[in-house]
């Protein structure tokens, strides 16, 4: 089970859900419009190790179609669990479980494997100190969703969109000029927010580190670069007190390295858009004998 984990807005899951029904079921199921629509009991399924993810989502879509099911969840969200087990049990009306199936699944399979792939880097640099972030490069509509599963599998957010920090990336330092000059500008409008820098060259992090910000980002520094831009930032005069960042097509066999390089953070992309959805099953009737 990983760390505390902050529930997703109810209303950002309505949404997604809402969406995601309308999407599945338009002007209704006519598949289960067959069948009885009786009492019925079904079991979800879990078909490959993971870090469950997507609770929420799925009771949503389950509750939407039917108020009054029940579901009875066998473990926790962000508990790690393997092949084989019976993560749930519901029962409600036959229709409805039918119904709510795929959305449900979708959403559950979806942000199963964020967590799932999050957990993995996290556990790679367990002990460095180093902090796994996401990026915004997430599903289009399930940034919210992607971004709670980040947290399940032990990571934590970036910036979640483009209006609450400023990040100043290659383009606009361009635009301005120098790191300096666009530092100046970002904190004369948007003081009030958290501010990050990318840099490209070593005089560009002494930039940013003598005007001040929230965090470096070194993008795509060889390792020897890399781990000279850590001696700077945590030697005199700066001391660490500027979080360095790193980021650029990290993957999970060198994640560690980098970790151990002495950086803050490093932001993975692939946590959100290489997305391995998990394979679960929801099957009517009751669970196999254990």
Not at 127 to 133: Q, S
Not at 215 to 243: C, N, Q, S, T, W
Not at 256 to 273: M, P, Y
């Amino acid at each position: 089970m990983s760390a505390t984990i902050s529930l997703p807005d109810p209303a950002a899951v309505a949404a997604n859900v809402a969406a995601a029904l309308a999407e599945d079921l338009g002007p209704g199921d006519v598949t289960a419009a067959l069948l009885d629509d009786a009492p019925e009991q079904a079991y979800l399924l879990c078909k490959e190790d993971c870090v469950v993810a997507g609770r929420p989502w799925f009771d949503a879509c389950h509750r939407a179609l039917d108020p009054d099911v029940r579901i009875d969840w066998q473990c926790a969200e962000g508990d790690r669990v393997t092949a084989g087990r019976v993560l749930a049990l519901l029962q409600g009306r036959r229709r409805a479980l039918v119904g709510a199936e795929r959305a449900s699944l979708n959403f559950l399979q979806t942000l199963s494997g964020t967590a799932t792939v999050t957990a993995r880097y996290v556990d790679a640099v367990r002990g460095t100190g180093a902090l796994i972030l996401d990026t915004r490069k997430t599903l289009p509509g399930l940034r919210v969703a992607q971004k709670y599963a980040v947290r399940v599998g032990g990571g934590a957010n970036h910036r979640m969109a483009l209006f609450d920090a400023v990040m100043l990336k290659e383009n606009h330092i361009r635009a301005f000029g120098s790191v300096t000059a666009a530092i100046a500008r970002a904190r004369a409008l948007h003081p009030e927010l958290p501010l990050i820098v990318e840099v490209e060259t070593l005089d560009e992090l002494r930039q940013a580190l003598d005007t001040g910000c929230t965090r470096v980002l070194v993008d795509d520094f060889d390792p020897a670069m890399r781990r000279e831009a850590v001696r700077i930032a945590k030697g005199a005069p700066y001391f660490g007190r500027i979080p360095l960042e790193v980021s650029g097509g990290v993957s999970l066999e060198a994640v560690r390295a980098i970790a151990e390089d002495g950086v803050d953070c490093i932001s993975i992309g692939a946590l959100t858009k290489h997305v391995h959805a998990i394979d679960f099953s929801l099957k009517l009737g009751p669970p196999p004998p254990a």
